[in-house]
Nanobody, 129 residues
Framework: QVQLVESGGGLVQAGGSLRLSCAPSGRTSSNDFNNYNVGWFRQAPGKEREFVADISWSSDKTWHTDSVKGRFTISRDNAKKTVFLQMNSLKPEDTAVYYC??????????????????WGQGTQVTVSS
């Protein structure tokens, strides 16, 4: 069982930046977390949850969806047992609840929610125009 907690969300003006963090919580072993691939998804009101970015357990592979390429960067620091999503040049359309998710499998095609087993509770990101 892997429990995840997100942090770093908030209200920001368009063009601003936020950095989201995802870390293990509860009884989740930190070493176990470091063996999982981690992804970020987001869900805007009235819309389906969509993939944003993911990173392999060793950081040798990353994938960003086209709409965030050049603006968002996923990274991880296994010494700190944390995965980050650096979000720059934020737009109002980036407003959503952002979720991190973990799974041992790496997907070679565009990940979907079905490709991740464990999920956090989400953190709200609101970008004002």
């Amino acid at each position: 069982q892997v429990q995840l907690v997100e942090s770093g969300g908030g209200l920001v003006q368009a063009g601003g930046s936020l950095r989201l963090s995802c870390a293990p919580s509860g009884r989740t072993s930190s070493n176990d977390f470091n063996n999982y691939n981690v992804g970020w998804f987001r869900q805007a009101p009235g819309k389906e949850r969509e993939f944003v970015a993911d990173i392999s357990w060793s950081s040798d592979k990353t994938w960003h969806t086209d709409s965030v390429k050049g603006r968002f960067t996923i990274s991880r620091d296994n010494a700190k047992k944390t995965v980050f999503l650096q979000m720059n040049s934020l737009k109002p359309e980036d407003t959503a609840v952002y979720y991190c998710a973990a799974d041992r499998r790496w997907t070679i095609t565009m990940p979907t929610t079905r490709d991740f087993t464990y999920w956090g509770q989400g953190t709200q990101v609101t970008v004002s125009s």
